[in-house]
């Protein structure tokens, strides 16, 4: 065996050298883009209107690929305009599905150039980049004699995901939906085929005819509020509040949040700027290269030629946002987003992380 | 060519301060335009070209396996020829410049890339992106003037090595890719001395160096041929050529560049405090074109190009083409020449250079005339004019940086 392991890494070794400088998965990507395992990647098998906003998009993942638990989201990183964006979504199928794919579903955010080409322009057979799926947001073990959903919009995704695949596991499951019409509710039909049969309690609130959920109407709707393990997602606003409200309850331990959290931009420019590496942290006011500010905190950088044509001082960008100071073009980055910036003509756009 | 500052009649006297800025204003506006406007279409250009290079080099390979029978040798090598010049040129540099960067891919990316070459692209982009592009043409900083084993400017001392100047650089075009990996790790100085040899950061680019060099040579001159059985030395024979091919032509194209007449050249003393519209001044009359078709373009990786290039060295390579004609109307309209001219003209004007610098400087060129002055001053290069502000908006003229005194229009 040890003979044939060497002469398979040996002839490896030898192809390796044919394709030297590029890897023989180069190549390959060509022809079977599924099959590099350095680089996650997923063909799009299908695409299912959900909503007039929403679909949801059935993957076919390639190597490299880990099932995910139910409520935990994947990174997903698409062309547009010939940009790779990377985006998280919440896994809306069951981690079980025998045909090894599984599926996320977009809600189309106005101006959100990700959400909306998803929904709009993406069509079968295209690839997308993908990170393992990652999130703390999950149900517990063992699992909650009571649960409850509280969600809003695109926040039902991760809590379908949850249903789908635990709720022969829960007895008494009360689920709590805002949208702003019941044409808008996300999985409409299945969330009321499943109260129908009595498997959930399902309270729909439609915002627009009703306004939006207060902590408060929650008390009233569901008398046994804090007997319950209680999960939620949707927007910050909300969360915010229910979380005050579980605090002055004395029932934080009860609940478990997700949170989709935009970037944080300065329109007038200016802002935090973290160098991850040395831990320094420079307030500014926007108008001056990160190269600078960093070298005058005493950051050790990389720089070249100081007026942003040649790509020696380049820097991963982790999170927060950047303004190019000669076109004002501006660069943000997701949580898990790692976007190489050059840092010479780059100014803090509000606060923002560097590698450095 | 003398460095402008020295120059008799300079061709820049006309233009003030004020001229200066605003090409650099008008330069900006022509950058932001192609830059915001980079989508899907560039996108797949660039993948396609990489596509197209690397079916091409597999196609080749594969038809010199049989290199033993002469139409394979043939249509193998010139296969391999253009691919490994579409691969240095089109693909590498350009990648290598960050032109690409926008689209995030890390598959394509100027800090992912290796190309096909001697040089490592790490040393390759500081000696080339950074010093190269920042210090164009600037004698005694830009060290592409004759890459320190040639004399191509009057104002570059004469000493009775560069007699044998024109035969180095025939020597440098058959052997380019090593030259520059020389150049790169800058072997003549870095010899020199025992300190500078064991330098550790000076030890670790060479092992670089080789190690690259060794994966290529083991490629081209053993692991490929051996592939090919009996056809074994028909395929060492067929590499090489492709190499020297991709070679001569890489030269010829890049002499091109900078060396032609009517090129300029710059005092060391010029360029401090320089602004941005300086420095773009300093790439228009510091580079030179190559007309010719689209399969010129291609083949020069857009280097045809290189007043464009070298004004936007980020922008991608196939958008130089649609703003050249914008270019050429601002040199119109500020008076400046535009150089440009097919190949065979330009490559002779530039060995004609070579041979001429071989010996002393004669006649007006001997007379060596007085440079003025400039007061040392930090560059502000990145830092762009603002269009049109009025005189007393402070905000402007502070982002203008020092008025120093106009040095580039000495006379």
Request: net charge neutral.
């Amino acid at each position: 065996m040890a003979v044939i392991r060497n002469l398979r890494s040996g002839a490896w070794r030898v192809i390796e050298l044919i394709t030297t400088p590029v890897v023989p998965a180069d190549y390959l990507d060509v022809i079977a883009p599924l099959r590099n395992a350095q680089v996650l990647r997923a063909k799009i098998d299908a695409v299912r209107p959900e909503t007039e906003n929403s679909v949801t998009l059935v993957l076919r993942p390639g190597r490299g690929w880990q099932s995910h638990r139910p409520g935990q989201y994947v990174r997903v990183g698409v062309d547009v305009g010939g940009v790779r964006l990377w985006r998280s979504y919440s896994v809306t199928s069951p981690p079980s599905r025998r045909d090894g794919r599984f599926t996320i579903t977009v809600n189309a955010v106005p101006d959100g150039v990700v959400s909306t080409h998803l929904v709009r322009r993406t069509k079968r057979g295209t690839i997308v980049h993908l990170d393992v799926p990652t999130g703390e947001f999950q149900l517990c073990h063992p699992r909650p004699a009571k649960a409850l959903f509280v969600t809003a919009g695109s926040g039902i995704t991760p809590v379908m995901g949850m249903l789908r695949s635990a709720l022969h596991e829960l007895s008494d499951v009360v689920v709590v939906h805002s949208a702003g019409t019941r044409e808008a509710v996300v999985f409409g039909d299945e969330l009321r085929a499943l109260a129908a049969e009595g498997r959930i309690r399902l309270i729909e609130r439609h915002t627009r005819a009703d306004g939006r959920l207060k902590p408060a109407d929650l008390d009233e709707l569901v008398p046994d509020l804090f007997e319950r393990r209680t999960w939620a997602c949707g927007p910050n606003e909300m969360l915010d509040d229910l979380e005050t409200h579980w605090a002055d309850a004395e029932a934080t331990h009860l609940l478990s949040t997700e949170r989709f959290r935009p970037t944080l931009i300065n329109s007038g420019g200016g802002g935090t700027i973290t160098f991850a590496g040395s831990g320094t942290v420079v307030e500014t006011d926007g108008s001056e290269p990160l190269l600078d500010s960093g070298e005058a905190a005493g950051v050790l950088m990389p720089s070249g030629c100081r007026m942003g044509i040649c790509f020696s001082c380049v820097l991963p960008l982790r999170e927060g946002a950047v303004r190019d100071l000669r076109d004002g073009q501006l660069t943000v980055a997701e949580p898990g987003d790692n976007i190489p910036v050059q840092t010479c003509i780059s100014a803090a756009a509000g606060p923002c992380t560097i590698d450095a | 060519m003398t460095t402008i500052q020295r120059k008799k009649s300079n061709p820049i006297a006309h233009l003030t301060h004020e001229d200066i800025e605003q090409i650099g204003i008008e330069l900006d506006a022509i950058r932001d335009e192609v830059m915001a406007s980079r989508g899907e279409k560039d996108a797949a250009y660039i993948r396609r070209v990489i596509a197209w290079q690397r079916g091409l080099e597999l196609g080749s390979r594969g038809v010199l396996l049989f290199s033993l029978f002469p139409p394979a040798w043939l249509i193998g090598t010139a296969g391999l020829s253009v691919a490994k010049i579409l691969e240095n040129m089109e693909v590498g540099h350009n990648i290598l410049h960050g032109q690409w960067d926008w689209m995030r891919d890390p598959k394509i990316h100027s800090t992912k890339w290796e190309w096909d070459h001697a040089s490592p692209a790490e040393q390759w982009k500081h000696s080339h992106n950074e010093l190269h592009h920042t210090y164009t043409n600037v004698v005694g900083r830009d060290n592409d003037l004759g890459y320190g084993i040639m004399r191509v400017d009057e104002d570059q001392k004469w000493h009775p090595a560069h007699l044998g100047q024109p035969f180095y650089n025939f020597l440098n075009a058959c052997f380019f890719e090593y030259g520059i990996a020389a150049y790169d790790l800058e072997l003549g100085r870095n010899l020199a001395t025992k300190e500078r040899r064991q330098n550790p950061k000076f030890k670790a680019a060479l092992k670089a160096v080789r190690r690259k060099i060794g994966k290529q040579v083991l490629k081209d001159y053993v692991v490929h041929p051996a592939l090919s059985g009996p056809s074994f030395l028909h395929t060492i024979a067929a590499n090489a050529t492709a190499n020297l091919v991709r070679n001569l032509w890489s030269h010829s194209v890049i002499m091109c560049g900078h060396f032609p007449t009517g090129v300029e050249t710059f005092e060391k003393t010029s360029i401090e405090g320089e602004t941005r519209g300086e420095w773009y001044l300093r790439q228009m009359l510091g580079s030179a074109n190559i007309s010719g078709s689209k399969a010129m373009h291609l083949m020069t990786g857009n280097l045809s190009h290189q007043i464009e290039h070298h004004l936007f060295p980020d922008m991608p390579s196939n958008r130089y083409k649609e703003i050249a004609p914008k270019i050429q109307d601002l040199f119109q309209r500020y008076g400046l020449s535009y150089v440009s001219g097919p190949l065979p003209k330009q490559v002779a004007s530039a060995w004609y250079k070579v041979f001429r610098l071989a010996l002393p400087n004669r006649g007006e060129a001997a007379i060596r005339r007085p440079v003025e002055k400039k007061a040392p001053a930090v560059s502000t290069r990145w830092r762009r004019a603002q269009p049109q502000v009025p005189a007393s908006a402070h905000l402007g003229s502070a982002a203008l940086g020092t008025p120093a005194p106009v040095a580039l229009s000495a006379e």
